[in-house]
Protein backbone atom coordinates (compact mmCIF):
# COMPACT_ATOMS: atom_id res chain seq x y z
CA UNK A 1 0.00 0.00 0.00
CA UNK A 2 1.31 3.14 -0.97
CA UNK A 3 2.20 6.48 1.97
CA UNK A 4 -0.71 8.50 0.43
CA UNK A 5 -3.19 5.49 0.66
CA UNK A 6 -1.51 4.72 4.45
CA UNK A 7 -2.19 8.39 5.18
CA UNK A 8 -5.91 8.34 4.02
CA UNK A 9 -6.77 5.31 5.59
CA UNK A 10 -5.53 6.61 8.80
CA UNK A 11 -7.79 9.40 8.27
CA UNK A 12 -10.58 7.78 8.11
CA UNK A 13 -10.39 4.96 10.68
CA UNK A 14 -9.51 8.35 12.83
CA UNK A 15 -12.50 9.98 11.91
CA UNK A 16 -14.66 6.74 12.00
CA UNK A 17 -13.49 6.73 16.01
CA UNK A 18 -14.48 10.13 16.81
CA UNK A 19 -17.64 10.65 19.02
CA UNK A 20 -20.58 11.59 16.77
CA UNK A 21 -20.75 15.22 16.58
CA UNK A 22 -17.28 15.88 17.47
CA UNK A 23 -16.86 16.76 13.65
CA UNK A 24 -18.89 19.91 14.50
CA UNK A 25 -18.10 20.85 17.83
CA UNK A 26 -20.03 23.96 18.59
CA UNK A 27 -18.10 27.22 17.88
CA UNK A 28 -16.16 29.54 20.45
CA UNK A 29 -16.40 33.81 20.32
CA UNK A 30 -15.47 35.71 23.07
CA UNK A 31 -15.60 32.30 24.97
CA UNK A 32 -19.17 31.81 24.01
CA UNK A 33 -20.33 28.53 22.54
CA UNK A 34 -22.62 28.25 19.55
CA UNK A 35 -24.40 25.38 18.28
CA UNK A 36 -23.44 24.59 14.37
CA UNK A 37 -26.70 23.03 14.13
CA UNK A 38 -30.08 23.51 15.79
CA UNK A 39 -33.94 22.72 15.60
CA UNK A 40 -36.74 25.10 15.26
CA UNK A 41 -40.26 25.07 14.14
CA UNK A 42 -39.52 21.23 12.93
CA UNK A 43 -36.33 22.30 10.87
CA UNK A 44 -32.55 21.44 11.22
CA UNK A 45 -31.18 25.42 10.85
CA UNK A 46 -27.39 25.30 10.01
CA UNK A 47 -25.39 28.24 11.57
CA UNK A 48 -24.85 30.38 8.87
CA UNK A 49 -22.69 32.28 10.67
CA UNK A 50 -21.38 34.81 13.79
CA UNK A 51 -20.03 38.24 14.35
CA UNK A 52 -19.05 41.04 16.77
CA UNK A 53 -21.47 44.27 17.27
CA UNK A 54 -18.73 46.55 17.97
CA UNK A 55 -17.99 50.33 18.43
CA UNK A 56 -14.54 51.11 18.88
CA UNK A 57 -13.14 49.07 21.56
CA UNK A 58 -16.48 48.55 23.04
CA UNK A 59 -18.01 44.94 22.33
CA UNK A 60 -21.98 44.60 22.62
CA UNK A 61 -22.88 41.34 22.00
CA UNK A 62 -22.33 38.33 19.40
CA UNK A 63 -24.81 37.43 16.63
CA UNK A 64 -25.26 34.46 14.96
CA UNK A 65 -27.39 33.75 12.23
CA UNK A 66 -29.62 30.17 11.43
CA UNK A 67 -30.53 29.03 8.35
CA UNK A 68 -32.08 26.02 6.32
CA UNK A 69 -29.13 26.49 4.17
CA UNK A 70 -26.08 28.43 4.37
CA UNK A 71 -26.33 31.72 2.38
CA UNK A 72 -23.12 34.09 1.61
CA UNK A 73 -25.28 37.13 0.34
CA UNK A 74 -27.82 39.05 1.59
CA UNK A 75 -30.09 37.91 -0.93
CA UNK A 76 -29.55 34.62 -0.18
CA UNK A 77 -30.21 35.06 3.28
CA UNK A 78 -33.56 36.32 2.44
CA UNK A 79 -34.31 34.31 -0.02
CA UNK A 80 -33.54 31.09 1.96
CA UNK A 81 -36.82 29.14 2.67
CA UNK A 82 -37.92 28.03 6.17
CA UNK A 83 -37.41 28.95 9.78
CA UNK A 84 -34.25 31.68 10.43
CA UNK A 85 -33.03 32.63 13.98
CA UNK A 86 -30.74 35.58 14.77
CA UNK A 87 -29.02 35.13 17.94
CA UNK A 88 -27.75 37.93 20.26
CA UNK A 89 -25.65 37.01 23.87
CA UNK A 90 -25.18 39.97 25.63
CA UNK A 91 -21.71 40.75 26.18
CA UNK A 92 -22.92 44.26 27.78
CA UNK A 93 -25.70 44.78 29.33
CA UNK A 94 -27.97 47.90 27.85
CA UNK A 95 -31.00 50.06 28.45
CA UNK A 96 -33.53 48.35 26.08
CA UNK A 97 -34.42 51.83 24.54
CA UNK A 98 -31.25 51.46 22.84
CA UNK A 99 -32.17 48.64 21.55
CA UNK A 100 -35.53 50.02 19.94
CA UNK A 101 -33.89 52.96 18.69
CA UNK A 102 -31.21 50.55 17.19
CA UNK A 103 -33.99 48.29 15.45
CA UNK A 104 -35.65 51.76 14.27
CA UNK A 105 -32.82 53.41 12.71
CA UNK A 106 -31.70 49.93 11.21
CA UNK A 107 -34.88 48.91 9.62
CA UNK A 108 -35.97 52.42 8.60
CA UNK A 109 -32.14 53.08 6.24
CA UNK A 110 -32.28 49.61 4.97
CA UNK A 111 -36.34 49.47 3.86
CA UNK A 112 -37.86 51.08 0.95
CA UNK A 113 -39.78 54.46 1.61
CA UNK A 114 -43.10 52.58 -0.04
CA UNK A 115 -42.08 50.08 2.51
CA UNK A 116 -42.38 51.63 5.87
CA UNK A 117 -45.71 52.79 6.18
CA UNK A 118 -46.66 48.50 5.80
CA UNK A 119 -43.89 48.01 8.60
CA UNK A 120 -45.10 50.83 10.89
CA UNK A 121 -47.43 49.15 13.05
CA UNK A 122 -45.92 45.73 13.32
CA UNK A 123 -42.62 48.03 14.50
CA UNK A 124 -44.19 49.33 16.88
CA UNK A 125 -45.62 45.89 18.81
CA UNK A 126 -42.20 44.57 18.36
CA UNK A 127 -40.32 48.01 19.94
CA UNK A 128 -43.53 47.09 22.87
CA UNK A 129 -41.88 44.00 23.92
CA UNK A 130 -38.06 45.00 23.81
CA UNK A 131 -39.62 48.38 26.14
CA UNK A 132 -41.18 46.20 28.48
CA UNK A 133 -38.35 44.23 29.45
CA UNK A 134 -36.50 47.64 30.93
CA UNK A 135 -32.78 46.28 30.22
CA UNK A 136 -30.96 43.75 28.69
CA UNK A 137 -28.07 42.35 30.81
CA UNK A 138 -24.94 40.66 30.21
CA UNK A 139 -25.03 37.07 29.67
CA UNK A 140 -28.67 37.48 28.34
CA UNK A 141 -29.35 34.96 25.04
CA UNK A 142 -31.87 37.15 22.66
CA UNK A 143 -33.60 35.06 19.86
CA UNK A 144 -35.01 36.67 17.07
CA UNK A 145 -37.16 33.55 15.44
CA UNK A 146 -39.09 33.29 12.51
CA UNK A 147 -41.19 30.39 11.70
CA UNK A 148 -43.62 30.19 8.39
CA UNK A 149 -47.25 30.68 9.00
CA UNK A 150 -46.45 32.51 12.54
CA UNK A 151 -43.57 35.33 11.97
CA UNK A 152 -41.37 36.75 14.60
CA UNK A 153 -40.65 35.20 18.31
CA UNK A 154 -38.94 37.59 20.56
CA UNK A 155 -37.29 35.59 22.90
CA UNK A 156 -35.04 36.57 26.34
CA UNK A 157 -33.22 33.64 28.01
CA UNK A 158 -35.66 30.75 26.10
CA UNK A 159 -38.84 32.90 27.41
CA UNK A 160 -41.12 34.51 24.77
CA UNK A 161 -42.11 38.20 24.76
CA UNK A 162 -45.36 38.81 23.60
CA UNK A 163 -47.17 37.47 20.53
CA UNK A 164 -45.65 36.48 17.46
CA UNK A 165 -45.91 39.10 14.87
CA UNK A 166 -47.21 38.17 11.61
CA UNK A 167 -45.26 38.54 7.92
CA UNK A 168 -41.92 37.56 6.45
CA UNK A 169 -41.79 41.31 4.96
CA UNK A 170 -41.61 42.50 8.94
CA UNK A 171 -38.73 39.59 9.62
CA UNK A 172 -36.57 40.69 6.65
CA UNK A 173 -36.52 44.05 7.73
CA UNK A 174 -35.20 43.15 10.97
CA UNK A 175 -32.54 41.06 9.18
CA UNK A 176 -31.25 43.60 6.53
CA UNK A 177 -30.75 45.98 9.40
CA UNK A 178 -28.05 43.16 9.85
CA UNK A 179 -26.73 42.13 6.83
CA UNK A 180 -28.57 44.73 4.39
CA UNK A 181 -26.79 47.50 2.12
CA UNK A 182 -26.41 49.90 5.33
CA UNK A 183 -25.85 47.46 8.22
CA UNK A 184 -24.95 48.03 11.86
CA UNK A 185 -21.81 46.97 11.30
CA UNK A 186 -19.91 46.33 8.19
CA UNK A 187 -17.56 43.29 10.19
CA UNK A 188 -20.49 41.85 11.99
CA UNK A 189 -22.80 41.60 8.46
CA UNK A 190 -19.45 40.29 7.20
CA UNK A 191 -19.54 37.48 9.91
CA UNK A 192 -23.39 36.70 9.59
CA UNK A 193 -22.79 35.72 6.21
CA UNK A 194 -19.56 33.37 7.00
CA UNK A 195 -17.41 35.59 5.43
CA UNK A 196 -13.67 36.44 6.30
CA UNK A 197 -13.26 39.90 8.33
Known sequence: ????RRG??????????LPAGAAE???RVEGLLFERRIRLGGSELLLNGTGIRAVAWFKGYVAALYLSARASTPAGVLATPGPKRLRMHMLHGVATVEFVNAFRKGVSRNAAADELPRLAERMERFAAQVSALGNVDKGDIVDLDFEPGRGLTFIVNGKIQG??????????A???AFVGDKPYDKKLKAGLLGLAV
Open 1 to 4: MSLS
Open 8 to 17: LLAALVFAAS
Open 25 to 27: APL
Open 163 to 172: DAIAGEDFYA
Open 174 to 176: LLR
